[in-house]
């Protein structure tokens, strides 16, 4: 390492500037691969790893600083990284944050994970979150973390007494404690955008069917979408660009697209840019402190040339409804899969086959993972079909069609992404607390629409602040390039918590 490097500390280094480096040969793959395992072992009380395996990442870093020796470097050759464990890998244990599949090692890599790999990204280990990618505090994960005995939950680094969010919690608190430099995430419902609000971090979730779903252990098949969590838009436009693309053998609903650059608008200006605020988006539920920072980012907007439109989107209220009888219907049926017999955990003692189902069952899945089943299994079911399934699917429509309508008046829609700002480990004892934060959330997914999460301050408890962006479909550019701008004129991205 040269010793204009050695000033500045190799975690507070951007995935562009880190790929730019290892091209340059000024620090080696090997180098970071250990620096960023010594830091994730040094902060392991935060509880964001289920998985490392310092053999494994020592030898994809090696093969990366091989191939940067060589002159044959992709575009994240040597990069670090490390996967939400919703993501399954060949070479480290998959969970999915569930007791059904502890200690499974899949065969396969996921397509957003060999894409990544593809490019030259090393892989630092597997990252918590809830079970099955059902919540939003990542309280609901079954799986203890690395160098924990017990089960105790992802820690927010900006404190460490609240939760990161979810689903997607220990990607968050992995980039925000720079215990790598990028993560990826599944967003089904907000699980890209809620925990990165809550940690300070940015993340994209794409156009549903931008990534493959394939290797992605499911939830919500009509919703799940994987995207990057990292600092910024412009490390988040690079890794985008990296895992989505076609996979139409392997996922059904991907879409025939090529695989875009997303960093080449990055720099556009955003004059004349006309951003829709849903009123619907600033009602009674929005926490103060939440409000406040939002204005002031918007202020910035209007400052950089954006122009500011008053929007309507009204059924945002009804997409809770909607989304919490789509996603366990879907859910309810995808998991049907974890019967003892193929994969996964199968209950020890047992009379007969029903009971073998029935106690794996039991035994395998956590409580909210079964309240869900519970849920789609009765939506689902003759002659209640057509009372919820089927007017949810009615909405669902009716929602979409709402932002197809409210992008007539505007190019992209801005909100915040959670009422409040991260709440305490603990503090909702209710899951109908969970569930109703995550109202402006669920609007662009249940349309299948890209949305990010970027920081725009601090609230109550010196928490971050997340505002959101929605594009219509494949308006990631556009919306990359609205978050960069916004990251040159302001640094909220690059504040880090206390201590890390
Ligand atoms: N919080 C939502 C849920 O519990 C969204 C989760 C997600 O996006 N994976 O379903």
Known sequence: MTNSLSTQSLHDLNVHDLALLLKNKQVSSVELAEHFLRRSHKHAQLGAYVAVDEATTLAQAQAAD???????????????????????????????????????????????????ATDGAVTLGKLNCDEFAMGSSNENSAIAPVGQETVTPVRNPWNVERIPGGSSGGSATAVAARLAPAATGTDTGGSI?????????????????????????????????????????????????????????????????????????????????????????????????????????????????????????????????????????EASSNLSRFDGVKFGHRAK????????????????????????????????????????????????????????????????????????VAWKIGAHKDPLADYLADIFTLPGSLAGLPGMSVPVGFGEGGMPVGMQLLGSYFQEARLLNAAHRFQQATDWHARKPEGF
């Open 66 to 116: 091989q191939r940067i020796a060589q002159g044959n470097a992709g575009a994240l050759e040597g990069v670090p990284i490390a996967h939400k464990d919703i993501f399954v890998t060949r070479d480290f244990v998959t969970t999915a944050g569930s007791r059904m599949l502890k200690g499974y090692r899949s065969p396969f890599d996921a397509t957003v994970v060999s894409k990544l």
């Open 193 to 329: 955008r809620q925990p990165a609000a809550f940690c300070g971090i940015t993340g994209i979730k794409p156009t549903y069917g931008r990534a493959s779903r394939y290797g992605m252990v499911a939830f919500a098949s009509s919703l799940d979408q994987a995207g990057p969590m990292a600092r910024s838009a412009q490390d988040c436009a690079l890794l985008l660009s990296s895992l989505c693309g076609p996979d139409l053998d392997r996922d059904s609903t991907s879409l025939d697209m090529p695989a875009e650059d997303y960093s080449r608008k990055l720099n556009d200006s955003i004059e004349g840019l006309r951003i829709g605020i849903p009123k619907e988006f600033f009602g009674e539920g929005l926490a103060d402190d939440v409000r406040t920072a939002i204005d002031a980012a918007l202020k910035e907007y209007e400052k950089l040339g954006a122009k500011l439109v008053p929007i309507n989107l009204p059924r945002t209220a009804l997409s809770i409804p909607v989304y919490y009888i789509i996603a366990p219907a």
């Open 349 to 420: 003692n047992y009379t007969d086959l029903a009971d073998m189902y029935k106690k794996t069952r039991a035994e395998g899945f956590g409580d909210e993972v079964k309240r869900r089943i519970m849920i789609g299994t009765y939506v689902l079911s003759h002659g209640y079909y057509d009372a919820y399934y089927l007017q949810a699917q009615k909405i669902r429509r009716m929602i979409a069609d709402d932002f197809q309508n409210a992008f007539k008046q505007c190019d992209l829609i801005a909100g915040p992404v959670a009422p409040t």
